[in-house]
């Protein structure tokens, strides 16, 4: 899956009596809420000391800039003192931790039901370039400005391939707080590379302190989440049938629901069957509803046998961004006496 990352340069800004100047890339980050523009972006930047504020300018040709926000207040962000690796999702990972520095400021624990419900929400930059964006309910300080940040939920908002792909030390952190202005493009800017200048509020466009980007919002928020609970069953005919249940990146939380909103304009899937784990792509089947069958000659076309497990990526299709994230998975083929087992 591509996520966005930023595009060019960052022109390193001369800021006299600044200590610490930075500007982070722009955040093209999934829904957090569920309420915020999909064609929405957060910024986020940090000086010591703080100077007032900043103007985001933005244009499309890289002249003529207009001013679209302020940042009004300096972002919690700093670095990773210690690599991030993948964990486990839908529950509390108490293996992993989060070791970083910020330039500035503080966090802070919260008690689990906070977290829960939306507080200590971060975005940690991954190594493949794309972000996930996790909680944390603990919070130590161990250092001038470094944290022990544990008792995580991670790849909240659909970024399980983000938090697979790790993070190495040096990666950018950003607590996602009310600091971070949104920023809406528009749905007919998405996908449009343009030019950005972060600049000390009231300082010209072009002062020797205003920071220079080329960053495209390509609709983070709009990418379907990855199915789950892939079962793969054997029929006595030989026939495989495939289930799985789709998740929603809209009004997703309510417990009392029978099932969560579609989110889309139309059901639809690609379920792509592969060679092995990571390997080609063996077939390709486009769907309308969470079950799929694969038949015998299919199978036998494609393996010389029935397979005894399954390895595929499968994914939910928007009508505005194509693929949403992936389910990755081989999974066991049960037959139908013996009851599938999910992934």
Known sequence: MRLPIVCGSIRPPRWPGAAIYRVRPLLDLPLLKGDEPVSAFRAAAFARPWLGGMTVWCSASGAGFEAVSDISEP???GELSGALFAGPTGRWDEINEIWVTLYGGNLSARADLDALAGANAAAVLCDDGSREVMQ???AELVGTNAW????????QGGTEE????????GAAFVLLDTGLPLIDVGWDRLSLPLS???VPTDRAIDDDAATSLQFAVD??????FSPVHVRVRRETSGDVTLSWIRRTRLGGDGWEQVEVPLGEDAEAYELEILASAGGTVL???????????????????????LPNEISLSLTQISAHVGRGSARRATVHVWYSETGPTPD
């Open 148 to 155: 022990r940040l544990s008792r995580l939920l991670r790849a």
């Open 219 to 224: 609709g983070v928020a709009l990418r379907p």
């Open 196 to 198: 950005w200048r972060v």
């Open 283 to 305: 077939r390709t089947l486009s769907l309308t509803s969470p079950e799929a069958n694969y038949a015998a000659a299919d199978q036998i076309a494609d393996f010389g046998v």
């Open 136 to 138: 944390f309910a603990q």
């Open 75 to 77: 972002a919690t962000m």
């Open 162 to 169: 983000s938090m697979t792909a790790g993070a190495s030390v």
